[in-house]
């Protein structure tokens, strides 16, 4: 069951970057012509509704006043929803990451006297754009970053 989810929601953020906005000034961001199927695979995967995940990606909710405030959405251009998007995508592929690392620490975990086992990986040739990436370049890049962030900190 675990392993389903995981491949789900990694399906649906590849979705989710195949989701393109009409390069347009309009507000809010209007879907590029064929996103209509990127959206809804990537709502069905995650089980949310398709139009208020476009809404979620299309309009920042501001809340204002505390508890008896109100709720905002404005609308947000093209390149503002992209950045809502990608950040989504991020997010939750990084929540996949540290839940997979997590799992690998227990499993690996020994006890006192036994020999631990390790996984070790090594790119020396960081980070690598291509035209299309694939899910394993996807996989790479992110360890870069998330081992670059260990050596800076």
């Known amino acids: 069951d675990a392993q389903w989810y995981v491949m789900t929601t990694l399906a649906a953020i590849l979705h989710l ?30 089980g949310v509704d398709p139009q208020e995940l476009l809404t979620a ?19 947000q251009n093209a390149d503002q ?8 995508a991020k997010e939750t592929y ?12 227990q499993v690996m975990h020994t006890t006192q006297g036994q020999h631990g086992r390790t996984i070790g990986i090594l790119d020396i040739y960081g980070f690598e ?9 996807l996989c790479i890049n992110y360890c870069n970053e998330k081992l670059q962030q260990l050596f800076i900190e």
Request: proline fraction near 3%; glycine fraction near 10%; hydrophobic fraction near 45%.
């Open 17 to 46: 970057g195949n989701f393109q906005f009409a390069r347009s000034q309009a507000v809010p961001a209007e879907m590029a012509q064929g996103g209509q199927y990127s959206i809804e695979m990537a709502a069905y995967l995650l």
């Open 57 to 75: 990606i299309t309009h920042k909710t501001i809340t204002m006043g505390g508890r008896r405030g109100s709720v905002v959405q404005v609308p």
């Open 81 to 88: 929803a992209a950045q809502i998007r990608d950040a989504l």
């Open 94 to 105: 990084s929540r996949i990451f540290d839940l997979m690392v997590g799992q690998l620490n």
């Open 129 to 137: 754009i291509f035209k299309e990436n694939g899910f394993e370049q």
